[in-house]
């Protein structure tokens, strides 16, 4: 089956300008996950989705950072605007939304560097 | 909040030889325990999982993990190390939503021939 699918795989901007970053999940994955994992720590999760709705987003700063899942598939992350510290691989996760199996699905991750 | 701390940023050790990454965790209910493994380039795929039952859990790859409640523990071993095994290794703890992970900050193992 197709694993979780995340674009771009790299971005490159300077602080203060905008950047997006999408994800499309496995097929028939209810619950979508938002991670941020900075250089030598471990991910942390920003924002839970289960199908268009918002479980959790107590981590995300919402001064600057935005997700919506508007269709209960696909995801779009966006970041305005970027500041220095938002370098990060930012990776996407899906799961059947059974917690019984806890398995979270990743994508690749898109690696941001903000200059 | 549930969290995991590992101890060890760095791992190294001698192929065949045992690995040993530590994890322990912080819960005040009884806790859902994973490990993940990150390899080069690649997302984080999941090794093991401890739910409910029996507190030794085997994965893939050879690895396995013990659940122990009296240490607050769950490291991760194998016993003897392949060259392939060289990755980042994430423990991870249920949060409070029940569904996503909170994720300690890994350790790599290096494996030298």
């Known amino acids: 089956e197709a694993g979780v699918a995340q674009s771009p795989r790299y971005k490159i901007i300077e602080k203060r300008q905008s950047v997006a970053f999408w994800c499309n999940p496995i097929s028939g994955h209810a619950t979508l996950y938002w991670y941020q994992q900075i250089l030598g720590q471990g991910p942390k999760l920003l924002i839970q989705?289960?199908?268009?709705?918002?479980?959790?987003d107590s981590q995300l700063p919402k001064d600057r950072f935005s997700a919506e899942r508007l269709k209960g598939v696909d995801s779009t992350l966006k970041i305005q605007p970027a500041k220095l510290e938002d370098s990060a691989v930012y990776l996407c996760?899906?799961?059947?939304?059974?917690?019984?199996?806890?398995?979270?699905?990743f994508g690749s991750g898109t690696q941001l560097s903000v200059l | 909040a549930q969290s995991v701390t590992q101890l060890g940023s760095h791992v190294s050790v001698s192929e065949g030889a045992l690995v040993l990454l530590r994890c322990n965790y912080s819960?005040?209910?009884?806790?859902?325990l994973f490990w993940y493994v990150q390899y080069p380039n690649q997302g984080l795929q999941l090794l093991l999982k401890?739910?409910?039952?029996?507190?030794l859990v085997k994965g893939i790859n050879g690895f396995e993990a013990e659940f122990k409640k009296s240490e607050t523990s769950f490291h991760l071993t194998k016993p003897s190390a392949h060259m392939s095994d060289a990755a980042e290794y994430f423990c991870a703890v249920s949060g409070n939503s029940g569904y996503a992970l909170n994720f300690g900050k890994g350790t790599s193992l290096l494996v030298t021939p």
């Open positions: 996760a899906s799961s059947l939304g059974d917690f019984n199996d806890g398995k979270l699905f």
């Open positions: 989705f289960q199908n268009n709705g918002v479980v959790d």
């Open positions: 819960s005040s209910v009884p806790p859902y």
């Open positions: 401890y739910t409910t039952g029996a507190t």
